[in-house]
């Protein structure tokens, strides 16, 4: 088949691939349809480090991608929700699909749990077939979702969800988002569902700034003056919850002074191992600090009716389109920010 396969930094080649066989009977295979990249992607195409992997140039060779979506060509014999000629979307990871975790439901304590396409542990969806083990867990039907809604489903809408809420956001609230990538834009977009007052929104990039406010938000560009800009939309007061969305260090280190006494702080961008937050703030601001990785799988029963019901928009985020033998070309895009890149559809079929 063929695949974008990992070969060092900045260098994510379309190429031909094994055939993905099945792992175990619990797992299934799709024909991928569409597949997008995600920011935490980036990490792999930088050389940077996700978790205790390093992605340096003689790193071994995977495919790519942890946001897919296709139909079931093949299933396991312990298979039991899905069929052949069902159209799915996967979740961006899962467990080992055996171990009692697994087997009662959450998949995100296994201790083997890892993303697709991110290591050689697990290949991944950005490519013409992909083995998805532990397929009953992993897998969602399709039903009622537009191929985009269903990539967003995958990952990054389930990560907004996931990294917002763990911020507490309270009706008639302040809420901070920090980095306007899909997971903030769309994290702004369900701050305000969630009945926050008031969004603040935090990029550099101005077309994304831009999206933020047509939501509402009010957009402001990272500065020396940013504090004191939220400081005195808030009565001196601060954002009781702040959503770090982006992983670059100055967004990390602009949180904890922008959020509220007894306020939420939570991450979600991958941090690279030697970023740390200042204790003394955590202190003495009594912040609640959250971070971790979503349970893709357990935000989708809150975000799937929101999706069907139109009550959830996300409108404008996929920018571009590109078919997966330009994948080295929608790298390198999505990774300059340029023309207006916010989120891709990458197209195998
Ligand atoms: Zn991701
Ligand atoms: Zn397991």
Redesign the pocket.
Known sequence: MKALVFNGPRDIRYETYADPELRSANSAILKVKSCSI???DLHMYHGAHIGKTEYTADAPKFCCG??FVGEVVEAGADVHGFKVGEMVLAA?GTGCGTCQKCLSGDVWKCRKSTAFGLSPDLQGGQAEFVNVPNADKTLYPMDGLTTEQALLLT??MA?AYFGLTRAEPKPGGTVAVVGLGPIGIIAVELAFLLGAAKVFAIDPVKSRRDMAANLGAIALAPSADMVAQIMDATDGAGAQSVFEASGAKGAINSVLPIVARQGNASFIGIPEPDDVLPLPLIMFKNVTVRGGICDVQNMWPHLVPLVQSGRIKSEGLFSHQFDLSEGAEAYRLFDSRDDGVIKLRIDVD
């Open positions: 995600c920011g935490s942890h946001e961006g990952d990054g990560t």
